[in-house]
């Protein structure tokens, strides 16, 4: 059984992995002869438009696709920001994180955006094959952000990790919804 400081520490050795992974272009590259499986994971946004103020909710769900239990899940989600960027201080922000989720990060990643960090350890686990777990993380930009510049917010899972089987087996990858996920900051109508 592991210890809290053991399932700690691998979180972090994941996450390093990972910043070096994405850093050097070593992520896992399709081919053309490789089978296309199914995602991992599914995202949705409850407003795909935001006011400022207004909080939204992204929700995402891991379902296992391996023939065995997942005994270990790790994913890295930055919230990254595209087209004008608005000033500081009126960014959009992570504000909550729930739902069948062990452990979850929220913070700035910088030149990232924003990004959570979270894991499914026990008692969460194993994920038995063809089931399911689900993540809602709220976001929001300050009432105060200049919403005449549109800035754009897109959700993927930038890296994931998960072991299965007795645990000695792991998959490393990311996977980036098509068409993709995104929530818009705009301007509430005049009165």
Do not use: K
């Not at 979180?11 to 990972?18: E, Y």
């Not at 391996?66 to 005994?71: F, L, M, R, S």
């Not at 700035?108 to 979270?118: I, V």
């Amino acid at each position: 059984m592991r210890t809290p400081h053991s399932a700690t520490r691998r979180v972090g050795v994941v996450a390093v992995l990972a910043l070096l992974v994405s850093l050097m272009g070593f992520a896992p590259q399709a081919s053309a002869t490789a089978t296309v499986q199914p995602p991992y994971f599914t995202f949705s946004v409850d407003h795909p438009t935001v006011t400022p103020g207004q909080t939204g909710t992204l929700t995402v769900t891991f379902t296992n696709r391996q023939a065995v239990d997942v005994t270990f899940l790790y994913i890295w989600l930055p919230m990254v920001e595209a087209g004008p960027q608005p000033a500081p201080g009126t960014r959009a922000v992570l504000t909550g994180c729930a739902g069948q989720v062990s452990w979850c990060d929220l913070g700035r990643w910088e030149p990232f955006g924003l990004r959570a960090l979270m894991n499914l350890t026990a008692p969460l686990v194993p994920i038995a094959p063809g089931t399911s777990r689900t993540i809602t993380l709220t976001y929001q930009y300050p009432a105060t952000s200049d919403c005449t510049v549109h800035p754009v917010v897109s959700f993927a899972a930038h890296y994931f990790h998960f072991e299965y089987g007795d645990g000695t087996q792991a998959y490393d990858g990311s996977e980036f919804p098509d068409p993709p996920v995104t929530s818009t900051l705009v301007c509430p109508p005049a009165p």
